[in-house]
């Protein structure tokens, strides 16, 4: 009996304690954690802005193996979700609500129990600011709000969060700067001649509509057909300016040589020489973080341009399954 009493004098005396901690405990908790990544920001945007890239550098991967996480929304960027059910690690999920391409993504954050009950929400961020030596990576939680139980926990083991936020840092810096450099292909292309129908102040809006290149190439594809002329090669979108997502676009055909256009339409030549060229495989919606890529291999290979960029659609998409789209980037450089 006086064991009993003695025990229960103990709990009591904890939860008091702990009751306490709750008391004098943060209602909201923050935490901030930066590096530099030698690596662009597209790089580390493309493993940070997709979760199910997660896995290969997260702080908390492993650490339960009976773990079950969920992918649902969109594949990346502005509505994708994660969402995971763990005995050791706690219930939870995450879903970005705002991402500016290679710059920055804004996510909720949320914990619960095993019966739904909450145990905290708020925002993570990451930033990515181009620096000397690479990009400065900020990943930071603001404004986590804890329920008054949770309170006591964070006085107690606060500092954790922050351990795990380092790591996942210094985890993310291993597995980006450890995977291979992007190098495009150098090769050597002949002159062609091509047909165009050339459209200014197009906006990413134009493009996802199928506003812009499905009309211009059909132009051009009924005028060749009425002049019995045969297309000599795969079509090409010649980028003549792109400025803030607005841009100056050449829709092309090539054609075997130079013919008299009717009023609408060009006939220009793409010089040969020497070409930086890359192959982007998937559909056409996931093309900007390729050309990210080669324009970030530019600017720290800086190359005199001798002629505008411009795609190559290597493969009919009505042909091939989606993930097969082949696109080709090139860019015309001095020899």
């Known amino acids: 009996?006086?064991?009993?009493?003695?025990?229960?004098?103990?709990?009591?005396?904890?939860?008091?304690?702990?009751?306490?901690?709750?008391?004098?405990?943060?209602?909201s908790f923050d935490t901030s954690q930066t590096t530099v990544i030698d690596a662009s920001p597209s790089s580390i945007y493309a493993e940070i802005s997709d979760f199910k890239q997660w896995p290969n550098w997260s702080p908390w991967e492993g650490i339960d193996e009976t773990m079950v996480t969920t992918y649902d929304g969109a594949d990346a960027g502005v509505g994708a979700q994660m969402n995971w059910t763990s005995a050791k690690a706690g219930n939870g999920g995450m879903e970005i609500i705002e991402a500016v391409e290679n710059t920055s993504i804004k996510n909720t954050l949320s914990f619960a129990d095993a019966e739904g009950n909450s145990m905290g929400a708020?925002?993570?961020?990451?930033?990515?600011?181009?620096?000397?030596?690479?990009?400065?990576?900020?990943?930071?939680?603001?404004?986590?709000?804890?329920?008054?139980?949770?309170?006591?926990?964070?006085?107690?083991?606060?500092?954790?969060?922050?351990?795990?936020?380092?790591?996942?840092?210094?985890?993310?810096?291993?597995?980006?700067?450890?995977?291979?450099?992007?190098?495009?292909?150098?090769?050597?292309?002949?002159?062609?001649?091509?047909i165009s129908v050339q459209r200014d102040n197009v906006t990413e809006e134009d493009l996802a509509n199928g506003a812009v290149h499905g009309p211009a190439y059909g132009m051009i594809a009924t005028f060749m057909a009425e002049s019995e002329m045969a297309?000599?090669?795969?079509?090409?979108?010649?980028?003549?300016?792109?400025?803030?997502?607005?841009?100056?676009?050449?829709?092309?055909?090539?054609?075997?040589?130079?013919?008299?256009?009717?009023?609408?339409?060009?006939?220009?030549?793409?010089?040969?020489?020497?070409?930086?060229?890359?192959?982007?495989?998937?559909?056409?919606?996931?093309?900007?973080?390729?050309?990210?890529?080669m324009e970030a291999y530019m600017k720290e290979n800086p190359q005199e341009m001798r002629y505008f960029p411009y795609e190559v659609y290597v493969n009919d998409p009505s042909t091939v399954a989606p993930e097969d789209i082949e696109t080709k980037i090139v860019y015309p450089v001095e020899g």
């Open 1 to 27: 009996m006086k064991f009993l009493k003695a025990l229960l004098l103990i709990v009591g005396l904890l939860f008091g304690v702990y009751a306490i901690l709750c008391a004098l405990g943060p209602s």
């Open 122 to 194: 708020g925002h993570t961020n990451w930033t990515l600011k181009e620096v000397e030596g690479g990009t400065e990576v900020t990943w930071d939680m603001v404004g986590f709000d804890l329920p008054f139980l949770i309170r006591g926990m964070i006085m107690i083991g606060g500092q954790s969060v922050e351990e795990d936020y380092k790591k996942g840092l210094a985890q993310l810096k291993t597995y980006v700067e450890s995977k291979p450099k992007f190098a495009p292909m150098s090769e050597e292309m002949s002159d062609v001649w091509v």
């Open 231 to 293: 297309q000599a090669g795969m079509p090409i979108c010649i980028s003549r300016r792109y400025e803030d997502g607005v841009m100056d676009l050449s829709m092309s055909i090539p054609v075997a040589d130079s013919v008299e256009v009717p009023e609408g339409m060009i006939m220009e030549k793409i010089p040969g020489g020497k070409c930086l060229s890359t192959i982007h495989k998937g559909p056409y919606e996931g093309i900007a973080s390729t050309w990210e890529m």
